[in-house]
């Protein structure tokens, strides 16, 4: 599939597909290639499509207005590690990406365990062997947004 996106109008069957044939040539050579299509604004549910809008142009985080003391953090009994989930919690909230944090099953090998495109960042505390796990809503409004946050939350604060 080439890296473009062509757009078409809705105006023949022709036209209504999500992947077009064009013919590309290049110095009197001629060769087919695939390109994504949209016809209408139901397209952009596909899932190829979706991907490569996604991942135009650079990466704009978004900001919380919430301050970091009225975040709310939600640890679930001493039995969960809060002893060891509660200051990275405490540390993750002056983030301004995090706009939530909850406790969440343990396991993991790595500081970031899942990364979801809504916005959530599952996080593990590495210095036990339990391996106590955060949920984190975070700012992120794709997959992309979501794993450039990640990635500032573990170099930040693992």
Not at 38 to 52: E, M, R, T
Not at 73 to 89: M, N, R, S, V, W
Not at 128 to 156: C, H, M, P, S
Request: charge should be negative.
């Amino acid at each position: 599939m080439q890296e473009t996106l062509s757009i078409s109008l809705n105006s023949s069957t022709l036209w209504k597909q999500n992947s077009l044939p064009i013919i590309n040539e290049v110095e009197e050579v001629a060769t087919t290639i695939q390109v994504n299509n949209v016809f209408s604004k139901d397209c952009f549910d596909v899932q190829l499509i979706s991907d490569f809008v996604e991942n135009l142009g650079d990466v704009v985080l978004e900001e919380t207005n919430i301050n970091a003391s009225e975040k709310t953090i939600t640890l679930f009994g001493d039995h969960h590690g809060k002893e060891y989930l509660q200051p990275l919690a405490d540390k993750l909230v002056k983030s301004p990406y995090v706009v939530e944090i909850k406790s969440t099953g343990f396991g993991g090998n790595s500081f970031i365990r899942k990364i979801f495109d809504n916005g959530v960042i599952e996080i593990v505390v590495m210095k036990r062997d339990e391996r106590f796990a955060l949920w984190v809503q975070t700012t992120g409004r794709n997959y992309r947004e979501t794993a450039a946050i990640a990635q500032n939350l573990k170099e930040r604060y693992s």
